[in-house]
């Protein structure tokens, strides 16, 4: 019997994957090389360090410690740019709609996102109400594909990971819930999330009674 939602953010609740993209190739063209959206695909559920290490793999550029946090600061000072203007219209169709029907229904609802802005990101949609638990970048030491982040999720809620469903677009956030035990629901591109139980294309495109059905 299922008794969870757990939901990534970036790509599942809202897009800002287009904000980390304008915010990366900046970064990449003041160090002199180019950016792709093909680039920006690889860095969807990914911290933001290890985004960093991927950025500078691309343009074959070496830096220190201190100049990467320099680097990552200079990047999210940028991002937040962005998300500080976010209004509620931005939520992705289905998310508010889907978020209410758990509530409804006494399914309890967990954010799982690796994000260190999850918080600002979920009060400029004025969401953060519809989670009983937020479990995000700064709670979190290890990285998706490791399921810590889910595990977190379950244990706040209070509930086993196998009456657990996790929401994600990145392939290794399906992978972290696979390995947490949980049903995953893909978000996306079946062929790039073929390891997911299902894929959609949005939660718009989903029932809760379809979900609770997952044994
Ligand atoms: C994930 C995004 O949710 O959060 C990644 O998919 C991003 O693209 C990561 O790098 C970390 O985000 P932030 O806000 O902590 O820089
Ligand atoms: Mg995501």
Redesign the pocket.
Known sequence: MIKACLFD???VIVDT?KY?YIAWKELASEMGFEFTLEHNER??????MA?LDILLEIGGVTKSTEEKEELADRK?EH?RSFILQMKPDEILPGAKEFLTECKKNGIATALG?????AMTILERLELTKYFDAIID?TNTTKAKPDPEVFLKGADALNVPPSTCVVFED?EAGVEAAISAGMKCVGIGSPSILSKANMVVSGLNEIKLQDIIKLQ
């Open positions: 953010l970036d790509g994957a980390h860095l969807k559920g990914v911290s933001r985004s999210n991002y996102s690796a994000s260190k802005n970048g990145a």
